[in-house]
């Protein structure tokens, strides 16, 4: 058995490490993870995995021969009650907000400083899959 969380994975090297029967289990953050606060605050904002989807990780997998047993895709509401949480949160994941900061989102801040002060809080999508396949 392999287990991977969040982390990048060779589907090949699965394949050539695992026996006949062995299971291959990966959760993983999708690509369309806070999509639209990263659109916001980078109006240029390019996806930075966008291949790692559920549909792309099943394709490949199949096409190496695995059976795959089980998939479901989930995207919770992350929700921001405070535009300091946002400042935090797009500091500590670059790949998410690149080129992130104060100064060069002061604008894009107050604005959601506002829409938080008037509608409590903001939303943002998280994305998340989770496969797991059997080598046959």
């Given amino acids: 058995m392999i287990t991977n969380s969040h982390a990048a994975f060779d589907a ?3 394949k050539q490490k695992l026996k006949q ?10 690509a369309l993870n806070n999509y639209s606060l990263s659109r916001y605050l980078d109006h240029n904002y390019q996806i930075a995995y966008p291949d790692n989807t559920l549909f792309n990780t099943v394709m490949t997998f ?9 998939f479901a895709e989930y995207r919770p509401v992350m929700k921001f009650f405070d535009v ?6 797009a500091s500590v994941i670059p790949w998410e907000f690149p080129d992130f900061s104060v100064e060069n989102n002061l604008c894009e801040l107050q604005n959601l ?24």
């Fill in 12 to 14: 090949e090297l699965v």
């Fill in 21 to 30: 029967n062995g299971l291959f289990i990966t959760q993983q953050v999708g």
């Fill in 62 to 70: 199949e096409k190496l021969g695995f059976e795959i047993i089980y």
């Fill in 84 to 89: 300091r949480a946002i400042v935090y949160y």
């Fill in 113 to 136: 400083a506002k829409i938080i002060h008037q509608f409590v809080s903001i939303s943002t999508n998280e994305d998340r899959f989770i496969m797991i396949a059997r080598k046959k």
